[in-house]
């Protein structure tokens, strides 16, 4: 008996052991990964203050959290920030992630970050900084990197966002935004749960103001199909202050870029 409670011992110590080194082997490899990827694919300056992982955060997957990353713009929107998060979390399964290839990402949270979409007269936005197909695939000396999405939970922790639009002088932003997505996006059909809660809902046009710090919730439930693009809508609610909207119909999202709508919505009350 002595003996193989020895061995268990044992066994539990070295697995407690692989958890710990584990995350410190691969972090710098992550690491240059993730800076790759982003000058592969990014026209825009990019940073972050620390990357961190961990085997016992999201166990059995691994947890990669990035702190501080931001997306700033160049050339006519220099000093305008795009993106920034105080911190990022990433759950992956952990075998994907000691191949490095065909990365799974299972859960993405994002705490406190901070948007501001920008569309300046003539037509120019600051969120078009994915560089062209050409360009992003000059480099061949940069490693191999095809992540594939088998999210289950996509989470927004006190978010802010913002939308300018220089051309009709619409300004709209979201203070306080809670946000999380339930399903699974690995699937060519699934069911996506959707709730939403923002305290501060603001729109303003000129000197016209439509919304002043708003109460916005929203709990939707759509069937997905995933290789359509089409969402179908069923038990849905949208309260914006004391005003409740029910929603019914599909949004789809064909290869053309555009979004079809085809909703009806009705008041529950007033």
């Known amino acids: 008996m002595k003996t193989i409670m020895k061995i268990v011992f044992g066994c539990l110590a070295a697995l407690l052991v692989l958890i710990l080194i584990i995350p410190f082997a691969f972090r710098g490899k992550i690491t240059d990964m993730a800076k790759e990827q982003i000058n592969r694919n990014i026209d825009a300056m990019v940073g972050f203050d620390r990357l961190s992982i961990s085997l016992l955060r999201s166990f059995p997957n691994l947890n990669v959290g990035i702190r501080n990353l931001y997306v700033a713009g160049k050339d006519v929107f220099e000093g305008d920030t795009l993106f920034a998060v105080e911190e990022l979390d990433l759950a992956v399964d952990i075998v994907s992630a000691i191949k490095m290839k065909n990365v799974e990402i299972r859960r993405i949270s994002l705490y406190e970050p901070r948007v501001h979409a920008w569309l300046l007269d003539d037509g120019r936005a600051n969120w078009d900084i994915a560089k062209e197909m050409e360009e992003a695939e000059e480099d061949t000396t940069l490693s191999a990197f095809n992540p594939s999405v088998e999210l289950k939970l996509f989470e927004i922790v006190n ?4 939308f300018d639009d220089d051309s009709s002088g619409l300004s709209a932003w979201i203070d ?4 999380t997505m339930n399903g699974d996006l690995s699937k060519k059909f699934s069911t996506i749960d959707i709730q939403a809660d923002a305290r501060g809902l603001n729109m303003e046009s000129g000197t016209l103001r439509y919304l002043k710090d708003a109460v916005l919730r929203a709990d ?8 359509q693009m089409l969402f179908t809508l069923k038990d849905n609610s949208l309260l914006l202050n004391d005003l409740m909207l029910r929603l019914d119909g ?6 053309t ?14």
């Open 176 to 179: 306080q935004l809670v946000f």
């Open 220 to 227: 939707i439930s759509a069937d997905a199909d995933l290789e």
């Open 257 to 270: 870029g555009d979004i079809a709508f085809d909703l009806e919505y009705g008041l529950e009350k007033t």
């Open 159 to 162: 978010g802010r966002l913002r």
């Open 250 to 255: 599909t949004v789809a999202m064909p290869d």
